[in-house]
């Protein structure tokens, strides 16, 4: 290996050495791109999701929700409101949510309602 080093050119060195950095470099990429990196934005999504002000803002999107389909009278609209109300609940542990009972009731019929409805695609 020695030999082979002494006998190549200057821009033949440089040419392997840029080449190496080049890989060494690719590697650092990738492996933040698509292991480190994703890792990452996964831990800290958790984290927001658990926290308090997440849990709240939910808490607030359900109750308006719920107030806008307790006040409409058309049954279309308050399906479509339902169904927001039932995807919505369904990314979240609703156990674990602190509402307002009829803020619960309006979730749980909106679960089931959907549920039941069968062309919820």
Known sequence: MRQFWRDIGTGAKYLIVFTAVLFVLGGVFFGYRYVFGPAYVDQQRREFEQS??????????????????????????????????????????????????????????????YVGSGDND
Do not use: F, G
């Open 52 to 113: 308090a002000t997440h849990r709240r803002a939910v808490v607030q999107e359900l109750t308006a929700n719920c107030a806008e389909a307790a006040k409409t009278k058309d049954p279309e609209t308050k399906k479509a409101i339902m169904t927001v109300i039932a995807e919505r609940a369904s990314l979240e542990d609703i156990d674990s949510l602190q509402m307002p009972q009829s803020v619960r009731i309006c979730v749980d019929e909106a679960i089931n309602q």
